[in-house]
């Protein structure tokens, strides 16, 4: 293993962490020699470090840890609660209504991140946005695929689009998110949806 | 010592709390895609309950008390994580989870916390099988890495073998333990040897462990369906040399004062004997020793020995030089041998028993003592006189002596004439009533 616990660092040149900013998800680096030798993690992060020898450690419990054979690759896990708001415009849509999703995500298999997704750069970052955009496509295929009649009862409404959105998550690059539709909304009925397709 | 263990116990707080959350939260992204709202929120809680489950070293007065809870938190997760990996995630096993999770959270004093947690446990049929791997677990964390065990782990190591003696057998090899706790032999045995301090019930000897009131219980049943167990039987049922079970039943005699082992071959308590060894010579009425001997497996040496003070305890059965008797059913059994005829020779008998002319005649004289006046022995013949009478009543009508009953008048007249006198007597009676009744 290539990492352990550190003391508390108080110069922020000297450790490196995941920006702060709300919208960063996900954010790996590969950390080399002539970086800070030190990372830190939140307690609201998970780490993994895949050290030079392919081990993986997880970073569970926040606090601030020195790897000490590099190059390591981190990779930084927001563990909140993802709630996000997706519409579909109807010019993307054969009918003539536009849908949006209200979605929670849920990391899953937190470990595919670091197999999976974060394996493309040396650094890199996946911001809600992205996320974003990839739901709306999925929503998008998800509504078409269930051939969505917007006079059925709501809840079945959900129900058939939860399942089918939670498929589709597992062919996409969100694999490693399970995701819980709370609510569907058309374009006829509410302000929101109005204005995503405006 | 004790920074030993708390890293070791600080390492494996982190490592197993990783390892629940993780599954935790893969059972509530399964529940999330199944919509299973109410088990996702009980997920989220236990999930977070978990987030904080680590003692903060401030909060402790002394490294000991510190090191105290961290011991206690250890324990509770190696039992959520077994109870996660034996019964699976669900809302009952989160309940569960919450209830001994809480319990610890109260710092209750180890001991306490045992008990509390197998009471939790016990509420479920899988329950013993969770305490068990948990303890463990816990047991392994420590075995190896640490010279001498707290008395505290000393507990929870108790009831793990506890837990572990009373699903099977009672006495196991030190060997077979340690691969069950998942130790090795030298370190488990430095950790077992101050057991019997913690638990005088315990017996750890070099090469086993057994529990003396599982063993005492085992040993019971046996001798309640046997009789008696031979040492080299059990030796072979719990794959143990024979003078480790010698061993181990010579320690038990502290709580079995009854229990007796001959030779170091055969063990057995002398009423429970005597009651199998009657139920054998109810059956046979007569047996001798080297029969007794075949059907018990042993050395006839050996059932002479067992049986002077077994025999004490017979009730119904007599001992003749080296043949049992059942006193009940000798007479029936010997007037089986005469048949029809009035009379045999003790040679007789002794050729059917196997024994000399001597015993054979021995027996006679019980059966003749015991028969009412029915057996009578001169010399070298038993006579059956309710035979003798039944061939002498034809013998008046027909007015001829057969020739054993002749042979027996040369030399006993006198029993020959009584039964004669008898028999005309009961003839004249017979008659008289014949008479009277006018027929």
């Given at each position: 293993?290539?990492?352990?616990?550190?003391?508390?660092?108080?110069?922020?040149?000297?450790?490196?962490?995941?920006?702060?900013?709300?919208?960063?998800?996900?954010?790996?680096?590969?950390?080399?020699?002539?970086?800070?030798?030190?990372?830190?993690?939140?307690?609201?992060?998970?780490?993994?470090?895949?050290?030079?020898?392919?081990?993986?450690?997880?970073?569970?419990?926040?606090?601030?840890?020195?790897?000490?054979?590099?190059?390591?690759?981190?990779?930084?896990?927001?563990?909140?609660?993802?709630?996000?708001?997706?519409?579909?415009?109807?010019?993307?849509?054969?009918?003539?209504?536009?849908?949006?999703?209200?979605?929670?995500?849920?990391?899953?298999?937190?470990?595919?991140?670091?197999?999976?997704?974060?394996?493309?750069?040396?650094?890199?970052?996946?911001?809600?946005?992205?996320?974003?955009?990839?739901?709306?496509?999925?929503?998008?295929?998800?509504?078409?695929?269930?051939?969505?009649?917007?006079?059925?009862?709501?809840?079945?409404?959900?129900?058939?689009?939860?399942?089918?959105?939670?498929?589709?998550?597992?062919?996409?690059?969100?694999?490693?998110?399970?995701?819980?539709?709370?609510?569907?909304?058309?374009?006829?009925?509410?302000?929101?949806?109005?204005?995503?397709?405006? | 010592?004790?920074?030993?263990?708390?890293?070791?116990?600080?390492?494996?707080?982190?490592?197993?709390?990783?390892?629940?959350?993780?599954?935790?939260?893969?059972?509530?992204?399964?529940?999330?895609?199944?919509?299973?709202?109410?088990?996702?929120?009980?997920?989220?809680?236990?999930?977070?309950?978990?987030?904080?489950?680590?003692?903060?070293?401030?909060?402790?007065?002394?490294?000991?008390?510190?090191?105290?809870?961290?011991?206690?938190?250890?324990?509770?997760?190696?039992?959520?994580?077994?109870?996660?990996?034996?019964?699976?995630?669900?809302?009952?096993?989160?309940?569960?989870?919450?209830?001994?999770?809480?319990?610890?959270?109260?710092?209750?004093?180890?001991?306490?916390?045992?008990?509390?947690?197998?009471?939790?446990?016990?509420?479920?049929?899988?329950?013993?099988?969770?305490?068990?791997?948990?303890?463990?677990?816990?047991?392994?964390?420590?075995?190896?890495?640490?010279?001498?065990?707290?008395?505290?782990?000393?507990?929870?190591?108790?009831?793990?073998?506890?837990?572990?003696?009373?699903?099977?057998?009672?006495?196991?090899?030190?060997?077979?333990?340690?691969?069950?706790?998942?130790?090795?032999?030298?370190?488990?045995?430095?950790?077992?040897?101050?057991?019997?301090?913690?638990?005088?019930?315990?017996?750890?000897?070099?090469?086993?462990?057994?529990?003396?009131?599982?063993?005492?219980?085992?040993?019971?049943?046996?001798?309640?369906?046997?009789?008696?167990?031979?040492?080299?039987?059990?030796?072979?049922?719990?794959?143990?040399?024979?003078?480790?079970?010698?061993?181990?039943?010579?320690?038990?005699?502290?709580?079995?004062?009854?229990?007796?082992?001959?030779?170091?071959?055969?063990?057995?308590?002398?009423?429970?004997?005597?009651?199998?060894?009657?139920?054998?010579?109810?059956?046979?009425?007569?047996?001798?020793?080297?029969?007794?001997?075949?059907?018990?497996?042993?050395?006839?040496?050996?059932?002479?020995?067992?049986?002077?003070?077994?025999?004490r305890y017979f009730s119904e059965t007599a001992i003749i030089e080296?043949?049992?008797?059942?006193?009940?059913?000798?007479?029936?059994?010997?007037?089986?041998?005469?048949?029809?005829?009035?009379?045999?020779?003790?040679?007789?008998?002794?050729?059917?028993?196997?024994?000399?002319?001597?015993?054979?005649?021995?027996?006679?004289?019980?059966?003749?003592?015991?028969?009412?006046?029915?057996?009578?022995?001169?010399?070298?013949?038993?006579?059956?006189?309710?035979?003798?009478i039944r061939i002498l009543s034809e013998a008046i009508r027909e007015?001829?002596?057969?020739?054993?009953?002749?042979?027996?008048?040369?030399?006993?007249?006198?029993?020959?004439?009584?039964?004669?006198?008898?028999?005309?007597?009961?003839?004249?009676?017979?008659?008289?009533?014949?008479?009277?009744?006018?027929?």
């Amino acid at each position: 293993m290539c990492i352990e616990r550190s003391r508390p660092q108080f110069d922020k040149k000297k450790y490196i962490e995941a920006p702060q900013e709300p919208d960063v998800v996900i954010y790996y680096r590969e950390i080399g020699r002539k970086e800070p030798d030190i990372i830190r993690v939140y307690e609201y992060e998970e780490a993994y470090v895949v050290c030079p020898t392919g081990e993986t450690k997880v970073l569970a419990e926040p606090g601030f840890y020195r790897i000490y054979s590099r190059p390591a690759r981190v990779t930084w896990v927001r563990l909140s609660k993802l709630t996000l708001t997706v519409g579909v415009p109807s010019t993307n849509l054969p009918f003539r209504y536009g849908v949006h999703a209200d979605i929670v995500l849920f990391p899953k298999n937190v470990q595919m991140i670091v197999i999976g997704v974060a394996k493309m750069a040396r650094e890199g970052v996946i911001t809600i946005d992205l996320i974003k955009e990839e739901l709306r496509r999925i929503l998008r295929d998800a509504v078409l695929n269930v051939k969505l009649d917007p006079n059925k009862p709501r809840k079945e409404i959900i129900s058939r689009i939860h399942e089918e959105i939670n498929t589709l998550l597992k062919r996409s690059w969100l694999s490693m998110f399970v995701c819980d539709v709370q609510g569907i909304g058309f374009s006829h009925e509410c302000e929101l949806a109005k204005f995503l397709e405006g | 010592m004790s920074s030993i263990v708390r890293s070791q116990l600080e390492l494996f707080i982190s490592s197993e709390r990783v390892t629940i959350r993780n599954s935790l939260r893969d059972a509530r992204a399964e529940a999330i895609e199944k919509r299973d709202y109410d088990l996702s929120a009980s997920l989220e809680e236990i999930e977070n309950m978990l987030m904080g489950f680590m003692p903060i070293k401030s909060a402790f007065p002394t490294p000991d008390e510190y090191i105290n809870a961290l011991r206690s938190y250890a324990f509770t997760l190696s039992l959520l994580s077994s109870l996660f990996r034996h019964a699976g995630i669900s809302t009952e096993t989160l309940s569960m989870a919450k209830k001994l999770m809480s319990i610890t959270l109260e710092k209750v004093e180890m001991g306490k916390l045992i008990e509390n947690a197998k009471k939790i446990l016990s509420e479920k049929e899988y329950g013993r099988e969770v305490f068990i791997d948990g303890c463990k677990t816990y047991v392994g964390l420590l075995v190896g890495r640490v010279k001498e065990f707290d008395r505290q782990e000393l507990h929870i190591v108790k009831e793990a073998l506890t837990e572990i003696f009373a699903g099977g057998k009672p006495i196991r090899r030190l060997s077979d333990l340690a691969k069950e706790l998942g130790a090795r032999e030298k370190d488990l045995m430095r950790i077992l040897k101050r057991m019997p301090d913690i638990d005088p019930n315990i017996i750890v000897k070099e090469k086993y462990v057994a529990m003396k009131n599982k063993l005492k219980e085992y040993i019971e049943d046996l001798l309640s369906d046997k009789g008696y167990i031979l040492i080299s039987d059990q030796a072979k049922e719990l794959s143990l040399e024979p003078k480790y079970v010698v061993d181990a039943l010579k320690i038990l005699r502290d709580i079995f004062p009854n229990l007796r082992i001959y030779e170091d071959k055969i063990v057995y308590t002398p009423n429970i004997l005597a009651n199998y060894v009657e139920d054998i010579v109810r059956e046979s009425i007569v047996i001798s020793y080297e029969e007794l001997a075949a059907k018990l497996g042993i050395h006839p040496k050996l059932v002479a020995e067992m049986l002077k003070e077994t025999s004490r305890y017979f009730s119904e059965t007599a001992i003749i030089e080296k043949v049992l008797i059942n006193k009940k059913r000798i007479v029936s059994w010997l007037s089986k041998i005469f048949g029809d005829r009035p009379i045999i020779f003790v040679d007789e008998v002794a050729g059917i028993v196997g024994v000399s002319s001597k015993t054979a005649k021995a027996i006679a004289d019980l059966a003749a003592a015991l028969s009412k006046g029915d057996i009578v022995i001169r010399q070298n013949r038993v006579i059956y006189k309710p035979n003798m009478i039944r061939i002498l009543s034809e013998a008046i009508r027909e007015q001829v002596l057969p020739e054993d009953i002749a042979s027996l008048k040369e030399t006993d007249p006198r029993l020959v004439e009584d039964a004669v006198y008898k028999q005309i007597y009961q003839k004249l009676l017979d008659f008289e009533k014949t008479v009277m009744r006018g027929g």
